[in-house]
């Protein structure tokens, strides 16, 4: 195992919009919270007992595991939107499940397609009860170019 199980989560989300794909990304970053820190990209598994948190500020720099969806484009006018969704088990010592979506679109259609894909991958794919669905979206409207970024946290 690396580093300690994460006992906590939060969801978070932003959008940005800048000259370049990186910096529109980094915009995005920033406006949810996590922009001056280093990303741990996750496969998408909440553990075992995690109990959601408030999104608070991170310490800068630090190294910061999470699962997100995100989308860029260079085509004004596009409507981005990313979302998350989490299935949280009615056995606290089961794993949830974090499930991501980016599209151009509307924010409502992605949001629930990350919350059907939850639902498959523990009723259907893990035989997992659900206890609760919990998800964030987020959408925003190319100016030049765009991102949206959508993201589970964890925390120690």
Same mark, same amino acid.
Not at 100 to 103: A, I, K, L, N, P
């Given at each position: 195992?690396f580093g300690p199980?994460?006992?906590k989560?939060?969801?978070?989300?932003?959008?940005?919009d800048a000259?370049?794909?990186l910096?529109a990304?980094?915009a995005?970053?920033?406006a949810?919270r #996590?922009g001056?820190?280093?990303l741990?990209?996750?496969?998408s598994?909440l553990?075992?007992g @995690?109990q959601?948190?408030?999104?608070?500020e991170?310490?800068?720099?630090s190294? #910061?595991?999470? @699962?997100y969806?995100e989308? #860029?484009?260079?085509?004004?006018?596009t409507?981005?939107?990313?979302a998350? @969704?989490?299935?949280?088990?009615?056995?606290?010592s089961?794993a949830?499940?974090i499930m991501?979506?980016?599209?151009i679109?509307?924010?409502?259609p992605?949001?629930e397609t990350?919350?059907?894909?939850v639902?498959?991958?523990?009723?259907?794919i893990?035989?997992?009860?659900i206890?609760?669905? =919990?998800?964030?979206?987020?959408?925003?409207?190319v100016r =030049?170019?765009? @991102?949206v970024?959508?993201? #589970?946290v964890l925390?120690?």
């Open positions: 195992m199980l994460p006992t989560y939060f969801l978070t989300a932003g959008a940005g000259s370049t794909e910096n990304f980094d995005a970053l920033l949810a #996590v001056d820190t280093n741990i990209r996750l496969s598994i553990p075992p @995690a959601q948190t408030d999104p608070y991170l310490q800068k720099g190294m #910061v595991p999470l @699962a969806g989308r #860029v484009s260079r085509e004004p006018g409507l981005l939107s990313a998350v @969704a989490i299935g949280v088990p009615e056995d606290p089961a949830g499940l991501e979506c980016s599209r679109g509307d924010p409502g992605c949001e990350a919350r059907r894909m639902e498959e991958g523990m009723l259907l893990r035989g997992a009860r206890r609760e669905i =919990k998800s964030i979206s987020v959408s925003h409207t =030049k170019v765009g @991102a970024f959508a993201a #589970v925390c120690p």
